[in-house]
């Protein structure tokens, strides 16, 4: 097992705690926001980054992935919880808990029996119109703070969106002041000089602003007291229904993060060249949120640009997520009045322009670009998620998915292969359609496993490449070789379609083999009934030298010592 802190040594122990000096820099603005997101005190948002975050850097595989909550995270906990309890009450600190806590519960679920996979059915397009989504939801409530103007923050997307518009007209000036400016000074700082930690510069200089010209009174909402000292162990106590209720959006939750955060943990283990387990880190994943639900945080995941600004730091352990634990800790014992004046003009600006990449607007324009079938997936899903709300969301961005596979998967590349002249050649190329691979043989290749969604195509191929051929040469076809090579598996459907077939072909007088075929294939067709009496050649050149032949007896005596090698 891979120890803690991997790849830590004395020569880089300076880099890390560096790194982990601006990780408290960047990550302590950012989790006050995204608590507020979620209908949390700030509190929420910073035990996040103590017990879950030690816990999560001392089990992960991966050396680089800070774990915390993020913004999508947290206006799912909001869509999710706020339809059955208000936010900001103690039943709805109890229910995001408990939500935690199941989200640990399914990775770790995830871990043990090896299930990540399931995550791989959100693809790119999904994701990004799913977060889109949220981030564009998120979005609206932070221009509305930026504005200082009033607005249920717990609501639909189109009751946000109204009462923003109308609320135009209570905008304080101080508020806009504020915003734009901390807008303006994050983006351009950022753009010119990336390592100064721009959101917290943000956060003291209008923290100090307010205070010195008590602009507090003047209608500019601050963060108010934050209480001090540690986070307390809890539990959450609710009726079974209830635990019931929050599996949905805790299965979403779950599922999200698992794709982002194997994403981003498998590319940097890539780029370092460090060893990544999957299971670990969900393992890692489960850990970290069940102690959050225990800590009175919220639902942990893995925050993406965190981690590389870490990497950019030139951090390549988890050293800097502990310098973080610790740093917020001292923070919560001895600091928590310096947050009670933030203004919440400055954190919507500090969260609004952190999740501007999250609307994913580079990202659908590119899926434009390559594939408008995708580019239509991404757009459906961010949609539902925008109007009708991020559970419902998931649902149809699985629902895609399978649309999306089942598309590509009925169709697959059905191809007659043609007979080379060069030996050499270890494929044969597609031949024109009509044509034969040798006279009376047809070499067919299916580029797919064969199961309910392409077996009738693949019936339909065989017997339209059969007429065409006779139609064409006006001679009959009396061999078929199927390629099995792709062929990974067959499911009932599909063996029932190739009963069917395996008639067909019998009536007609056309005799069938198979080659290239892959042991596990050769078992499933056994168990299936596919194979009996049935030849199977090594390659392709092999079957066309077999029954090319005019003489049944020589293609009999050259059946039984077909060439090795892969054709």
Same mark, same amino acid.
């Given at each position: 097992?891979?120890?803690?802190?991997?790849?830590?040594?004395?020569?880089?122990?300076?880099?890390?705690?560096?790194?982990?000096?601006?990780?408290?820099?960047?990550?302590?603005?950012?989790?006050?926001?995204?608590?507020? !997101?979620? &209908? =949390?005190?700030? /509190?929420?948002?910073?035990?996040?980054? *103590?017990?879950?975050?030690? +816990?999560?850097? %001392?089990? #992960?595989?991966?050396?680089?992935?800070?774990?915390?909550?993020?913004?999508?995270?947290?206006?799912?906990?909001?869509?999710?919880?706020?339809?059955?309890?208000?936010?900001?009450?103690?039943?709805?600190?109890?229910?995001?808990?408990?939500?935690?806590?199941?989200?640990?519960?399914?990775?770790?679920?995830?871990?043990?029996?090896?299930?990540?996979?399931?995550?791989?059915?959100?693809?790119?397009?999904?994701?990004?119109?799913?977060?889109?989504?949220?981030?564009?939801?998120?979005?609206?409530?932070?221009?509305?703070?930026?504005?200082?103007?009033?607005?249920?923050?717990?609501?639909?997307?189109?009751?946000?969106?109204?009462?923003? !518009?109308? &609320? =135009?007209?209570? /905008?304080?000036?101080?508020?806009?002041? *504020?915003?734009?400016?901390? +807008?303006?000074? %994050?983006? #351009?700082?950022?753009?010119?000089?990336?390592?100064?930690?721009?959101?917290?510069?943000?956060?003291?200089?209008?923290?100090?602003?307010?205070?010195?010209?008590?602009?507090?009174?003047?209608?500019?909402?601050?963060?108010?007291?934050?209480?001090?000292?540690?986070?307390?162990?809890?539990?959450?106590?609710?009726?079974?229904?209830?635990?019931?209720?929050?599996?949905?959006?805790?299965?979403?939750?779950?599922?999200?993060?698992?794709?982002?955060?194997?994403?981003?943990?498998?590319?940097?283990?890539?780029?370092?060249?460090?060893?990544?387990?999957?299971?670990?880190?969900?393992?890692?994943?489960?850990?970290?949120?069940?102690?959050?639900?225990?800590?009175?945080?919220?639902?942990?995941?893995?925050?993406?640009?965190?981690?590389?600004?870490?990497?950019?730091?030139?951090?390549?352990?988890?050293?800097?997520?502990?310098?973080?634990?610790?740093?917020?800790?001292?923070?919560?014992?001895?600091?928590?009045?310096?947050?009670?004046?933030?203004?919440?003009?400055?954190?919507?600006?500090?969260?609004?322009?952190?999740?501007?990449?999250?609307?994913?607007?580079?990202?659908?324009?590119?899926?434009?670009?390559?594939?408008?079938?995708?580019?239509?997936?991404?757009?459906?899903?961010?949609?539902?998620?925008?109007?009708?709300?991020?559970?419902?969301?998931?649902?149809?961005?699985?629902?895609?998915?399978?649309?999306?596979?089942?598309?590509?998967?009925?169709?697959?590349?059905?191809?007659?292969?043609?007979?080379?002249?060069?030996?050499?050649?270890?494929?044969?190329?597609?031949?024109?359609?009509?044509?034969?691979?040798?006279?009376?043989?047809?070499?067919?290749?299916?580029?797919?496993?064969?199961?309910?969604?392409?077996?009738?195509?693949?019936?339909?191929?065989?017997?339209?490449?059969?007429?065409?051929?006779?139609?064409?040469?006006?001679?009959?076809?009396?061999?078929?070789?199927?390629?099995?090579?792709?062929?990974?598996?067959?499911?009932?459907?599909?063996?029932?379609?190739?009963?069917?077939?395996?008639?067909?072909?019998?009536?007609?007088?056309?005799?069938?083999?198979?080659?290239?075929?892959?042991?596990?294939?050769?078992?499933?067709?056994?168990?299936?009934?596919?194979?009996?009496?049935?030849?199977?050649?090594?390659?392709?050149?092999?079957?066309?030298?077999?029954?090319?032949?005019?003489?049944?007896?020589?293609?009999?005596?050259?059946?039984?010592?077909?060439?090795?090698?892969?054709?």
């Amino acid at each position: 097992m891979q120890r803690p802190l991997a790849g830590l040594t004395a020569k880089h122990l300076a880099t890390e705690l560096t790194a982990g000096v601006t990780l408290i820099a960047i990550a302590i603005p950012l989790n006050i926001g995204y608590a507020q !997101i979620a &209908g =949390l005190p700030a /509190t929420a948002g910073l035990y996040a980054l *103590i017990v879950p975050t030690v +816990v999560y850097a %001392l089990v #992960v595989s991966s050396r680089q992935v800070v774990a915390s909550p993020d913004a999508a995270a947290a206006a799912l906990v909001a869509s999710s919880i706020g339809g059955l309890a208000a936010a900001g009450s103690a039943d709805y600190a109890t229910l995001a808990l408990a939500q935690a806590i199941i989200c640990g519960v399914m990775f770790v679920l995830l871990a043990v029996f090896k299930l990540g996979f399931l995550a791989n059915f959100l693809s790119k397009p999904i994701l990004v119109g799913f977060v889109g989504g949220l981030a564009l939801d998120i979005m609206v409530s932070q221009i509305a703070k930026m504005l200082g103007v009033k607005i249920d923050s717990g609501g639909e997307f189109v009751d946000k969106l109204g009462g923003l !518009i109308t &609320g =135009l007209g209570t /905008t304080n000036l101080w508020s806009l002041a *504020i915003s734009a400016v901390s +807008v303006a000074v %994050l983006l #351009v700082g950022k753009r010119f000089l990336g390592a100064v930690p721009w959101a917290l510069v943000v956060l003291v200089l209008t923290t100090v602003l307010v205070v010195v010209a008590n602009l507090d009174d003047a209608g500019v909402d601050v963060l108010g007291e934050v209480p001090a000292g540690p986070p307390a162990l809890t539990w959450p106590v609710i009726d079974w229904t209830t635990w019931a209720a929050l599996i949905p959006s805790a299965m979403a939750l779950t599922l999200v993060t698992t794709a982002e955060g194997l994403l981003v943990s498998r590319s940097y283990a890539e780029k370092h060249r460090y060893p990544f387990h999957a299971n670990r880190d969900l393992l890692a994943f489960g850990l970290a949120n069940v102690a959050a639900g225990a800590q009175a945080s919220f639902s942990v995941g893995s925050s993406t640009s965190r981690t590389a600004a870490m990497d950019q730091a030139g951090s390549r352990t988890q050293l800097p997520s502990l310098v973080l634990a610790v740093g917020t800790l001292l923070l919560l014992l001895f600091g928590t009045a310096l947050l009670a004046d933030i203004p919440s003009p400055a954190i919507g600006a500090v969260v609004g322009v952190a999740i501007i990449p999250l609307l994913g607007i580079r990202e659908f324009a590119d899926l434009w670009r390559k594939d408008r079938f995708e580019f239509v997936v991404g757009g459906a899903c961010f949609l539902v998620t925008l109007f009708v709300g991020a559970i419902p969301g998931i649902l149809v961005a699985f629902v895609l998915a399978l649309v999306n596979l089942a598309k590509r998967a009925a169709n697959p590349a059905i191809d007659v292969l043609e007979a080379e002249g060069d030996p050499a050649e270890s494929l044969l190329e597609d031949a024109p359609a009509g044509t034969t691979t040798a006279p009376g043989v047809i070499v067919l290749r299916l580029a797919a496993p064969l199961f309910f969604a392409n077996g009738s195509v693949f019936t339909a191929a065989v017997k339209g490449a059969v007429a065409s051929a006779e139609h064409a040469d006006g001679g009959p076809v009396r061999e078929l070789v199927i390629d099995m090579e792709a062929v990974t598996d067959i499911d009932v459907t599909g063996a029932e379609e190739f009963e069917a077939l395996k008639a067909w072909l019998a009536s007609g007088g056309v005799r069938l083999s198979f080659s290239r075929m892959r042991d596990p294939a050769r078992r499933r067709l056994v168990q299936l009934g596919l194979l009996g009496d049935e030849r199977v050649f090594d390659t392709n050149r092999a079957a066309i030298a077999a029954l090319a032949t005019d003489s049944p007896q020589t293609a009999a005596t050259e059946a039984g010592t077909t060439e090795k090698g892969s054709s």
